[in-house]
């Protein structure tokens, strides 16, 4: 912490910058922030407090891996923000020694299990979902999702300069998924044009008053639309499954599947299959019917 009331004045202002930022780490961030406010710690040293902060028990309860990975995904992020925008910015040999720091702490490792049977839509449902919501903004969203296999904090984080220019009918859409890694993912054109049309984003793709929507109050309202439609809740996390799930059973090899999904590892399974990528015409999911189903 910084002896002088200057500098005590500019790490508080540091922070307040820190805190401002809206980006999909907005929500987490606010609890690194005060973690770091309050024990008045710099912040690459408060870092890697709060990485062991996270691991113990709070209120009673631990937070799961994912969550303690989610939070800190967010708090790297701001460490490299503020690093990036520090006198030190230009020097190699510090940035090594910060890239060092930011590596030391380990992302927890998660058990993954099979997606239960419950929490992936059938095609005709994901088509029911998608044509019956009633609030447009919620459907766009929807159909976005169950459409491409994002990640609802990854939609929201999407600005238009993330929009790659139009080919064969297909906007590539760079994402910035997980621990910042970077995957492209594709969308038609023609709703991409309805996306822009109603939202009329400046910066965001989906914007509202100028700021990118609130994660929690989409996830919400998506459950509560699919109540209406369905009779059941239904996840942004259910919608990406779907998107795998039907992408899979259509014969979409698991590791072309895995790497549009954003996932580093697709795990033994995927290993049985050939070692390909989905063409872009295959990765935006089209939910129309086919002739064959037309046919039934």
Do not use: C
Not at 6 to 14: F, H, N, P, Q
């Amino acid at each position: 912490m910084a002896e002088t009331s200057t500098g005590r004045v500019r790490w508080e202002a540091l922070l307040r910058e820190l805190e401002g930022i809206r980006d999909i780490y907005r929500l987490d961030i606010r609890q690194f922030i005060g973690f770091v406010r309050e024990r008045k710690l710099l912040i690459v040293d408060g870092f890697r407090k709060y990485a062991r902060w996270l691991e113990g028990e709070h209120e009673g309860r631990r937070y799961s891996p994912a969550t303690i990975n989610r939070k800190l995904a967010a708090a790297r992020s701001r460490v490299r923000y503020a690093f990036k925008h520090s006198a030190f910015a230009t020097d190699l040999r510090r940035k090594y020694q910060l890239e060092e720091i930011l590596r030391s702490v380990k992302l927890k490792k998660i058990d993954v299990m099979a997606v239960p049977s419950h929490k992936v839509l059938e095609v005709e449902e994901a088509r029911k979902l998608v044509d019956r919501t009633r609030d447009r903004t919620i459907r766009l969203m929807v159909s976005f999702l169950v459409r491409t296999g994002a990640r609802v904090s990854e939609m929201l984080g999407l600005k238009l300069s993330d929009l790659g220019p139009p080919k064969d009918g297909l906007v590539p859409v760079r994402v910035s998924g997980k621990g910042g890694k970077e995957r492209t993912i594709y969308v038609k054109s023609d709703f991409v044009q309805r996306l822009r049309k109603h939202f009329r984003g400046t910066t965001w793709l989906f914007e509202h008053n100028g700021r990118p929507y609130n994660r929690v109050s989409v996830t919400n309202r998506i459950k509560h639309e699919s109540l209406l439609v369905l009779g059941k809740q239904v996840s942004a996390q259910n919608l990406r499954h779907t998107w795998a799930a039907i992408q899979i059973k259509r014969g979409r090899s698991v590791s072309a599947v895995a790497a549009l999904l954003g996932h580093s590892n697709p795990g033994l399974t995927a290993r049985m299959y050939p070692d390909t990528v989905l063409k872009p015409k295959e990765a935006f999911l089209d939910l129309e019917k086919t002739d064959e189903e037309t046919r039934k």
